[in-house]
């Protein structure tokens, strides 16, 4: 079969919709650091909305490390299929990518785009960041340590855009606005906290000044349930399109993206594309992080312990569903502060999407990085619910259920998808499925902040729920 490109675009069969507008004529606005799967279902999508009206606002995509997307999207000029995964699926072809860069391939045309742009945005998922527990930026992360002493080819986003803004400093050029798409609360503040503290670690303090002065990082939140790509997507894809695609990508139909109000005049833009626009996007934030992320890391670690495979199997468990809605309804929601939110609904619409039929998402994706992704998720929860006296049960048992993983995993010899992989395996092989195992994860500061880790009564729930766990997995989910 022939494959989408340009030339083959006039051939896409309807009802598939294809770009309403001339790619010819596309000016690159954009460069978006981690062009995977969510970038593509997501801010791609909403740029693609965005270039009928503005043809300067089209993506040139760039992969950190690995040619993968390059070497999938390049002989097809960048297009792409995206399938909207629901009863009547919905299919269209996005034309919003331009071009994909590998970076350490040619960093001097990086910074070309980077000089050109007027907007770059990351999904380069929460170890992209290189920060501390305490959400600064970590000056002993190997990357970190490597971009200080070669600027001109950097390695980490901060390294990328630091040097980037140095560069058009130079050039009196404004510098870029910078909206970090990741699951991080705060995402922008700690971008910008952590660009400005590599400024003034490279001994340049004038860059610093300019960045926190004139520079931009508002904060975003971004949501769209996205499984990996697989074989009958591919299929479904070309069978659709009546061409191949090598690598389309699946969503739910629910997308979401709030954006802090710093686009300037671009800010209707940006709501006529479907973006939501608002003064302050952290309760937006925090509720999607510990509502529906804290849900899926807990579906995800007791799921995998039960022997489910994706998140509507995990669902189909009654126990494990009614365990996860008490934890959102009682526990998490006692935490969040959003006045511009309808809570309770907002929790009963993201358990429809995790029922959502249509949709493949398998436990062991959600589960990967779990030393970058519980602090968002569920210990920040629990650190606000011990403040104002909760309780943590509930909470402590996603945090269980992820050491018993990592136990679990390490056993088998299976491999842990994580930065910090090592430093888990070291932790488990000294596990003996004791109280001291709790402890032992316990002490690991990198991934669990020590004033929680030492607080007695989240040890405590703790250790109960990886007791439990180990003897008998469906108590520790009764009412
Ligand atoms: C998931 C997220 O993989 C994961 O950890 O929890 O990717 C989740 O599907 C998205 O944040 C939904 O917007």
């Given at each position: 079969?022939?494959?989408?490109?340009?030339?083959?675009?006039?051939?896409?069969?309807?009802?598939?919709?294809?770009?309403?507008?001339?790619?010819?004529?596309?000016?690159?606005?954009?460069v978006h650091f981690g062009?995977?799967?969510?970038?593509?279902?997501?801010?791609?999508?909403?740029?693609?909305?965005?270039?009928?009206?503005?043809?300067?606002?089209?993506?040139?995509?760039v992969s950190l490390r690995?040619?993968?997307?390059?070497?999938?999207?390049?002989?097809?000029?960048?297009?792409?299929?995206?399938?909207?995964?629901?009863?009547?699926?919905?299919?269209?072809?996005?034309?919003?990518?331009?071009?994909?860069l590998?970076a350490p391939?040619?960093p001097?045309?990086v910074f070309?785009r980077l000089l050109?742009a007027?907007?770059v945005?990351a999904?380069v998922?929460?170890?992209g960041y290189c920060?501390?527990?305490?959400?600064?930026?970590?000056?002993?992360?190997?990357d970190i340590?490597r971009d200080?002493?070669r600027r001109e080819q950097p390695t980490s986003l901060i390294g990328w855009i630091t040097e980037a803004l140095s560069q058009r400093?130079?050039?009196?050029?404004?510098?870029f606005?910078t909206?970090?798409?990741?699951?991080?609360?705060?995402?922008?503040?700690?971008l910008?906290?952590a660009v400005?503290?590599f400024?003034?670690?490279?001994?340049?303090?004038?860059?610093?000044?300019?960045?926190?002065?004139?520079?931009?990082?508002?904060?975003?939140?971004?949501?769209?349930?996205?499984?990996?790509?697989?074989?009958?997507?591919?299929?479904?894809?070309?069978?659709?399109?009546?061409?191949?695609?090598?690598?389309?990508?699946?969503?739910?139909?629910?997308?979401?993206?709030?954006?802090?109000?710093?686009?300037?005049?671009?800010?209707?833009?940006?709501?006529?594309?479907?973006?939501?626009?608002?003064?302050?996007?952290?309760?937006?934030?925090?509720?999607?992080?510990?509502?529906?992320?804290?849900?899926?890391?807990?579906?995800?670690?007791?799921?995998?312990?039960?022997?489910?495979?994706?998140?509507?199997?995990?669902?189909?468990?009654?126990?494990?569903?009614?365990?996860?809605?008490?934890?959102?309804?009682?526990?998490?929601?006692?935490?969040?502060?959003?006045?511009?939110?309808?809570?309770?609904?907002?929790?009963?619409?993201?358990?429809?999407?995790?029922?959502?039929?249509?949709?493949?998402?398998?436990?062991?994706?959600?589960?990967?990085?779990?030393?970058?992704?519980?602090?968002?998720?569920?210990?920040?929860?629990?650190?606000?619910?011990?403040?104002?006296?909760?309780?943590?049960?509930?909470?402590?048992?996603?945090?269980?259920?992820?050491?018993?993983?990592?136990?679990?995993?390490?056993?088998?010899?299976?491999?842990?998808?994580?930065?910090?992989?090592?430093?888990?395996?070291?932790?488990?092989?000294?596990?003996?499925?004791?109280?001291?195992?709790?402890?032992?994860?316990?002490?690991?500061?990198?991934?669990?902040?020590?004033?929680?880790?030492?607080?007695?009564?989240?040890?405590?729930?703790?250790?109960?729920?990886?007791?439990?766990?180990?003897?008998?997995?469906?108590?520790?989910?009764?009412?």
């Open positions: 079969m022939t494959h989408l490109s340009d030339e083959t675009l006039a051939h896409v069969r309807p009802p598939v919709r294809v770009p309403p507008y001339d790619r010819a004529t596309l000016q690159i606005g954009v062009p995977g799967a969510f970038h593509r279902a997501h801010q791609a999508w909403y740029f693609d909305r965005m270039l009928a009206e503005r043809p300067d606002m089209a993506v040139c995509a690995t040619p993968d997307v390059r070497d999938a999207l390049a002989p097809q000029d960048g297009l792409y299929t995206l399938v909207e995964k629901e009863a009547q699926p919905a299919v269209q072809v996005i034309g919003s990518i331009l071009q994909v590998v391939e040619d001097g045309l070309r050109e007027r907007y945005t999904t998922t929460e170890k920060l501390t527990s305490s959400g600064e930026l970590d000056l002993d992360h190997p340590r200080l002493a400093q130079r050039h009196d050029l404004p510098p606005t909206i970090s798409c990741d699951n991080l609360s705060d995402n922008g503040a700690k910008r906290r400005i503290r400024a003034e670690a490279r001994g340049e303090r004038d860059l610093a000044r300019w960045i926190e002065a004139a520079a931009r990082f508002p904060c975003s939140m971004v949501d769209s349930i996205t499984p990996a790509t697989d074989d009958g997507l591919r299929r479904q894809a070309a069978a659709a399109l009546g061409l191949d695609d090598a690598w389309p990508v699946q969503r739910e139909r629910f997308v979401q993206w709030v954006v802090e109000d710093e686009l300037g005049d671009d800010a209707d833009l940006f709501r006529a594309a479907g973006v939501t626009v608002a003064r302050e996007v952290a309760p937006f934030e925090r509720a999607k992080l510990r509502l529906l992320n804290g849900a899926h890391s807990t579906l995800a670690y007791v799921g995998l312990g039960l022997g489910c495979e994706t998140v509507s199997a995990a669902m189909a468990d009654e126990r494990l569903a009614g365990f996860v809605e008490r934890m959102m309804r009682q526990d998490v929601a006692a935490s969040l502060d959003a006045p511009e939110l309808d809570v309770p609904d907002y929790i009963g619409q993201i358990l429809v999407r995790f029922r959502n039929p249509a949709i493949v998402h398998k436990l062991s994706q959600i589960a990967w990085d779990g030393s970058q992704k519980l602090r968002f998720r569920l210990l920040e929860t629990a650190t606000e619910a011990l403040a104002a006296g909760r309780p943590v049960d509930r909470l402590a048992v996603g945090v269980a259920a992820w050491m018993r993983f990592v136990v679990r995993q390490t056993r088998a010899g299976a491999q842990i998808v994580d930065p910090f992989a090592d430093g888990l395996a070291a932790v488990a092989r000294n596990c003996a499925d004791g109280p001291d195992d709790v402890d032992r994860f316990l002490a690991l500061s990198e991934v669990i902040p020590p004033a929680l880790a030492t607080d007695e009564r989240f040890r405590g729930a703790v250790a109960r729920a990886y007791a439990t766990l180990q003897a008998d997995p469906a108590t520790v989910l009764r009412p």
